[in-house]
């Protein structure tokens, strides 16, 4: 079976990369990428007027309003690089969310109600060396997170695997299925993709920009949320400080935990979301007016995340809204789902 993958982020940029490290896979469970919105690298030109921010486990949309201040036309070379997607193992397990091997978080963007068709930069690195060229010349595909990819490199001839392996881009996975030994190789580099295209910024007009995506979900079968033992864990604190569960929560948690013992409830599963904020410090002011908006997507799951007074706009929605507003860190999501009824 196919394996997920571990990596790590990017967030979009102008003439500049940001990235965030996912977290780290756990048992039975899928660890996401953190995944982030427009930006620029420290610029003199550009303000983000608005930014108005909605995520749910199903996509995250952005939309934002720009100005620029600087009394003439700015035209600049945009780009959104993917997620790192790193391979260092048959057992890596990290959620991504389509099987393309290019645009694999289907990503889009709308520039003043146009779709912007972006073109597609990707390499493939090992150990910090560039891979890209040695990799075509086999006619190997870049995308180690594929299965096609793994098929590709395992019908190369003995000569071009035995490189791959003494690079450590390969991992030769022997096992026998019932047929006998059976040699299949695994690919073992980082892909790094970047969508980019030129944009200009007009004097004295506002530009608005939506992109959307859809997120990585990280997720585990259950969740130690609500069992009474898990307060004596080490991460416990660092969880609850990420995620600013409270004691509301914990109570719902732990009543759904003790039910779930007494065989009259299922227990929870766990959904991660991880989104990049602080790059949004890198206008040149702050964000004027920026609203975030958070989908737990059904009533009977439970929520948490960090936010200075959140409201509850409705059934599953729950929103904060800032202005003048400095990122100063990244928005992590928990949500737990009852496995059933």
Same mark, same amino acid.
């Given at each position: 079976?196919?394996?997920?993958?571990?990596?790590?982020?990017?967030?979009?940029?102008?003439?500049?990369?940001?990235?965030?490290?996912?977290?780290?896979?756990?048992?039975?469970?899928?660890?996401?990428?953190?995944? =982030?919105?427009?930006?620029?690298?420290?610029?003199?030109?550009?303000?983000?007027?608005?930014?108005? *921010?909605?995520?749910?486990?199903?996509?995250?949309?952005?939309?934002?309003?720009?100005?620029?201040? &600087?009394?003439?036309?700015?035209?600049?070379?945009?780009?959104?690089?993917?997620?790192?997607?790193?391979? !260092?193992?048959?057992?890596?397990?990290?959620?991504?969310?389509?099987?393309?091997?290019?645009?694999? *978080?289907?990503?889009?963007?709308?520039?003043?109600?146009?779709?912007?068709?972006?073109?597609?930069?990707?390499?493939?690195?090992?150990?910090?060396?560039? !891979?890209?060229?040695?990799?075509?010349?086999? =006619?190997?595909?870049?995308?180690?997170?594929?299965?096609?990819?793994?098929?590709?490199?395992?019908?190369?001839?003995?000569?071009?695997?035995?490189?791959?392996?003494?690079?450590?881009?390969?991992?030769?996975?022997?096992?026998?299925?019932?047929?006998?030994?059976?040699?299949?190789?695994?690919? *073992?580099?980082?892909?790094?993709?970047?969508?980019?295209?030129?944009?200009?910024?007009?004097?004295?007009?506002?530009?608005?920009?939506?992109?959307?995506?859809?997120?990585?979900?990280?997720?585990?079968?259950?969740?130690?949320?609500?069992?009474?033992?898990?307060?004596? !864990?080490?991460?416990? &604190?660092?969880?609850?400080?990420?995620?600013?569960?409270?004691?509301?929560? *914990?109570?719902?948690?732990?009543?759904?935990?003790?039910?779930?013992?007494? =065989?009259?409830?299922?227990?929870?599963? !766990?959904?991660?979301?991880?989104?990049?904020?602080?790059? =949004?410090?890198?206008?040149?002011?702050?964000?004027?007016?920026?609203?975030?908006?958070?989908?737990?997507?059904?009533?009977?799951?439970?929520? &948490?995340?960090?936010?200075?007074?959140?409201?509850?706009?409705?059934?599953?929605?729950?929103?904060?809204?800032?202005?003048?507003?400095?990122?100063?860190?990244?928005?992590?999501?928990?949500?737990?789902?009852?496995?059933?009824?």
């Amino acid at each position: 079976m196919r394996r997920l993958m571990k990596a790590t982020t990017g967030a979009a940029t102008v003439l500049g990369v940001l990235a965030a490290a996912g977290s780290a896979p756990a048992n039975d469970s899928s660890a996401q990428l953190a995944t =982030g919105g427009l930006v620029l690298t420290k610029t003199d030109a550009i303000e983000m007027r608005t930014e108005d *921010l909605s995520i749910s486990d199903k996509q995250v949309h952005v939309h934002y309003v720009f100005a620029n201040t &600087s009394g003439h036309d700015v035209t600049e070379l945009v780009a959104f690089p993917l997620p790192d997607i790193t391979v !260092e193992g048959v057992d890596d397990n990290i959620s991504i969310p389509t099987q393309s091997p290019t645009n694999f *978080l289907a990503f889009e963007t709308v520039v003043d109600g146009q779709r912007v068709n972006a073109q597609v930069e990707q390499k493939a690195f090992k150990n910090g060396v560039d !891979e890209t060229a040695f990799l075509r010349g086999l =006619g190997v595909p870049l995308a180690p997170q594929l299965q096609s990819t793994d098929d590709a490199i395992t019908a190369l001839p003995p000569a071009a695997q035995k490189q791959l392996i003494d690079k450590g881009m390969a991992y030769d996975d022997t096992y026998d299925a019932g047929k006998g030994l059976e040699h299949h190789l695994t690919a *073992l580099w980082t892909l790094k993709t970047t969508y980019y295209w030129q944009q200009t910024f007009p004097a004295g007009r506002p530009v608005v920009v939506d992109h959307t995506y859809q997120p990585s979900v990280g997720g585990s079968a259950g969740t130690a949320w609500g069992d009474p033992t898990y307060v004596s !864990e080490q991460d416990y &604190s660092s969880g609850r400080a990420l995620y600013c569960i409270d004691d509301d929560f *914990l109570a719902a948690a732990r009543a759904r935990y003790a039910a779930a013992q007494a =065989g009259k409830a299922t227990d929870y599963a !766990e959904e991660r979301i991880r989104y990049v904020l602080v790059t =949004g410090a890198n206008w040149k002011a702050p964000i004027g007016d920026f609203t975030m908006t958070i989908d737990k997507g059904a009533t009977n799951r439970l929520v &948490s995340f960090c936010g200075d007074g959140v409201k509850k706009i409705g059934p599953t929605q729950f929103q904060v809204h800032y202005t003048n507003f400095t990122p100063t860190k990244d928005v992590a999501i928990l949500i737990l789902i009852p496995q059933g009824p």
